[in-house]
C-alpha cells in the first residue's frame, strides 16, 4: 500500500521559507520510472503545479515558481522536501504531494496522479 504523508509548520512568516517534506511508504522514491511532485491549492482556486523530483535525482519546477523553489530527497528516509522561499499571503494553500506514475506533458493534470497525500494547510502571516 502506498501512502504519502506530508509534514510541516502550517504558519511561515513572509519573507521566510517554507519547507514541507512528504514521507512516502509502500514503495521506494527511486523506484523507475514515478515523479514525486508537489502541488498546491490557493483557498477559492484550482490546484497548481509547484515541480517534481524524479526517480532518477532530476527536478523540474513551474516557470512561474522556479526561482523560489527547491525540492530535494532523502533517499534513507524515503522522504522528499519542497522548499519555497521568499513566501507571501499569496503562497497561502494546502499543500500535496502526489506520484505520477510516469512522464507527463501536462502536470497540472490531477489525472496525471495515482497516490496523493491528505494535504497540509500552510498560512503565511505575520
Known amino acids: 500500500q502506498v501512502q504519502l504523508q506530508e509534514s510541516g509548520p502550517g504558519l511561515v512568516k513572509p519573507s521566510q521559507t517554507l519547507s514541507l517534506t512528504c514521507a512516502v511508504s509502500g514503495v521506494s522514491i527511486t523506484t523507475n520510472y514515478y515523479y514525486w511532485s508537489w502541488i498546491r491549492q490557493p483557498p477559492g482556486k484550482g490546484l497548481e503545479w509547484i515541480g517534481y523530483?524524479?526517480?532518477?535525482?532530476?527536478?523540474a519546477y513551474s516557470p512561474s515558481l522556479k526561482s523560489r523553489t527547491s525540492i530535494s530527497r532523502d533517499t534513507s528516509k524515503n522522504q522528499f522536501t519542497l522548499q519555497l522561499s521568499s513566501v507571501t499571503p499569496g503562497d497561502t494553500a494546502v499543500y500535496y504531494c502526489a506520484r505520477s506514475p510516469h512522464s507527463t506533458s501536462d502536470y497540472t493534470d490531477p489525472r496525471e496522479y495515482d497516490y496523493w497525500g491528505q494535504g497540509t494547510q500552510v498560512t503565511v502571516s505575520s
Open positions: 523530483i524524479a526517480y532518477s535525482g532530476s527536478t
